[in-house]
């Protein structure tokens, strides 16, 4: 039994991951946008066996509420076990191209508010010398690619981040999980088109609950992308530019 | 954009998909120029589940419990939920769903709007029994919980109302208590149609799942011979048993090439299968899902079929006497068309608070047909000519070619559900059966 705060609670993933959790008995707090999402989540959440799960209805580009979020997770399950950062948006690449608005929110949710979250939950796992914090990122983060770069550089700067951060919670014996998933089956990407690269939510899931339990550092989910974007990195930069991916 | 087709991967159209992932969405449907129809996962067989020209809200990421009460075993869930994931979660606690259908990766959504049967019809009824109420989204805005005492003529139009009336958004359902999750199962070979009554008839007092596999191809003296299986729970004896592994099932990859499929692998098979069981009764303690879902094994069995697709043709007919069903496998024997798993089944005459529902007192029989063109249509038309002689109908959730007179005389009833109908909402199968779209040459 864990105490778990899941941020970004109403995306596929978290809900696919706090599934596998609640079945095991553990407490929940969900932080989100949406009341009665949430509610929905959390009702599930306790059918499956979690024993507890409070919600917390905000927005998370909302910075100043980050503060008052964390401090009354931790109040509610005396102490958290596990975090997962899960929240993120999927910015339209041309859009972002033609107006800088649109990227400047990308890097708000995707990255500025991670690190404000992390900052306040670094401390407090710091001090407390255990525990795990699991952040989605993405494989788009390994390279930028010219059909996504920005979307692909906010999560390699949360990678970069969450590299350090992990270098130095490891010192409190705190760990720090970097989750690649590849291309997943969710509202976020509804309007693709899906091929044999595709995985569902509920198979990502597995792979973060394997890689809490076993404290990895960094997962590449389904594990096959690791061979991918081994190849993907391998390229030199110039064939890479001339690709059109 | 997934692309969404029927489990028998005909008739193909041109369809727009919106997913509907939580209960508060709103429908929106002024943003849409076209009407729409629920999908969840694309099991029913014909057209029922699509809607040419038009859009599909996809309901499957709506699929969160929302309540259960483990004293009662009444289980709240949204519509999206497939009967799969409830069994995932009430087996090991020791429930098990009231009816169930031969696949479980149906959602509840469909298994309402399909109103769908199984093995134990003859005393369950069907899944709409066991439905204590649900909600109901309009495309005007207006939610209503229907139920058998509130809003009870939408409940009645909605249970086997094919996705027409509404977009059914949650619904309560009442599981059964087993022991384990284990049946005792006794299967009799027989040797042609008359035994499989009276196997029927000796079975159904003592047994609560009853279904006959016939080797479709048998003729003669041998017409209609198969396998009849009767099941009840297991007791506390097998609860020691070993579960199986879960899995997905084996995927089939490809589609098949069509010369894969021809007379010979097909009687090979039904011979096989026949002579599977030497001896002329046996007695053994299965898991449920060999037992309800062998097909299930196979992941996306339908690609077997190849690129064409398959029909299936399920009909119920009288059995005061045995001539209709006796014409029908005549026919299909010597037409020497059918396929793998050809299955019979006595069914009840518990009634279904479904009015457009498909099971009747009478004997059902269903099996797959690959596409072969006009022969094979043909010979649905002469089925269909002994359906309707005996005073039988098809089953909607698995058609695809019936026609709109046929449709209208089977189901006489359809004029005063079609009041209940949502404005907004249509299907292919709706818009055939109505006569207002071609369907299959006739």
């Given amino acids: 039994m864990s105490n778990v705060l899941i941020i970004g609670a109403t995306s596929a993933i978290a809900q696919a991951t706090a599934r596998l959790l609640a079945e095991r008995g553990d407490r929940f707090v969900l932080a989100g946008r949406g009341v009665e999402r949430l509610q929905a989540i959390a009702d599930d959440l306790k059918v499956r066996g979690a024993r507890d799960v409070a919600v917390q209805d905000l927005d998370l580009n909302d910075f100043e509420r980050h503060a008052g979020l964390i401090e009354s997770a931790w109040q509610a399950l005396s102490g958290i076990d596990t975090v997962l950062i899960a929240h993120g948006v999927l910015p339209d690449q041309t859009e972002c191209q033609k107006d800088f608005g649109s990227a400047a929110n990308a890097i708000q949710t995707n990255f500025t508010s991670a690190v404000s979250l992390l900052t306040l939950l670094a401390n407090r796992f710091e001090e407390q010398k255990h525990g795990t914090i699991a952040v989605v990122s993405s494989v788009a983060g390994d390279r930028g690619r010219q059909s996504n770069y920005v979307y692909g550089s906010t999560k390699a700067a949360k990678s970069a981040f969450l590299s350090g951060l992990r270098g130095r919670l490891h010192k409190a014996g705190v760990a720090v999980i970097t989750i690649k998933p590849g291309f997943v089956d969710t509202p976020m990407t509804a309007q693709f088109k899906k091929g044999l690269l595709w995985a569902q939510p509920e198979a990502i899931a597995r792979g973060i609950v394997k890689a809490i339990d076993k404290k990895k550092n960094v997962v590449y989910l389904p594990g096959f992308w690791r061979c991918i974007m081994m190849i993907v990195k391998a390229v030199p930069e110039s064939i890479f530019k001339k690709l059109s991916v | ?442």
């Fill in chain 2, 1 to 442: 954009m997934s692309v969404c087709e029927s489990w028998g991967r005909y008739p193909v159209v041109q369809q727009q998909t919106h997913p509907v992932n939580w209960r508060d969405e709103q429908l929106n449907i002024a943003g849409f120029d076209s009407s729409v129809l629920p999908y969840g996962l694309g099991r029913s067989y014909g057209d029922v589940c699509l809607n040419d020209g038009g859009r599909l809200l996809c309901t499957r990421r709506m699929n969160r419990f929302m309540s259960f009460d483990s004293e009662t075993g009444l289980l709240c869930c949204e519509s999206g939920v497939s009967l799969a994931e409830i069994l995932e979660f009430c087996v090991p606690r020791g429930w098990f769903l009231a009816v169930t259908p031969g696949t479980k990766h149906v959602t509840v959504g469909g298994a309402i709007a399909n109103d769908v049967h199984g093995k134990n019809h003859h005393v369950a009824g069907t899944f709409g029994s066991h439905v204590t109420r649900f909600e109901l989204l309009r495309s005007d805005g207006e939610r209503m919980v229907c139920s058998p005492e509130s809003k009870p003529l939408f409940f009645s139009a909605t249970i086997g109302g094919m996705g027409l009336t509404g977009l059914i958004t949650w619904a309560e359902i009442q599981l059964i208590p087993i022991k384990n999750p284990f049946f005792s199962v006794h299967t009799t070979k027989f040797g042609h149609l008359d035994e499989f009554f009276e196997l029927s008839e000796r079975f159904e007092q003592s047994h609560s799942y009853t279904v006959s596999w016939v080797d479709c191809l048998a003729r003669g003296k041998h017409l209609g011979r198969g396998l009849f299986m009767a099941g009840n729970h297991a007791g506390e004896e097998a609860a020691g048993r070993k579960v199986p592994n879960r899995s997905g099932g084996i995927p089939v990859p490809v589609d098949f090439p069509e010369f894969a499929l021809n007379g010979l692998t097909v009687r090979a098979f039904n011979t096989l299968y026949y002579n599977r069981q030497f001896r002329r009764e046996s007695d053994t303690t299965v898991h449920y899902n060999p037992f309800f879902y062998p097909l299930d094994a196979l992941q996306g069995w339908n690609r077997i079929y190849g690129k064409r697709g398959f029909l299936q043709y399920q009909c119920v007919v009288p059995h005061d006497d045995a001539a209709p069903i006796r014409g029908i496998l005549e026919r299909i024997a010597r037409s020497g068309q059918g396929s793998f798993l050809a299955v019979l089944k006595v069914m009840g005459k518990v009634k279904s608070p479904g009015q457009m529902s498909f099971p009747k007192p009478g004997v059902t029989l269903a099996l797959d047909f690959p596409i072969r063109g006009e022969s094979t249509f043909q010979l649905f038309r002469e089925l269909d000519d002994v359906v309707r002689g005996a005073g039988g109908r098809l089953y909607s959730a698995k058609d695809a070619c019936m026609s709109a007179a046929d449709y209208q005389a089977y189901y006489p009833q359809w004029e005063n559900f079609s009041r209940f109908i949502d404005p907004a909402f249509s299907s292919s199968f709706w818009r055939r059966v109505m006569g207002t779209v071609e369907g299959v040459p006739s």
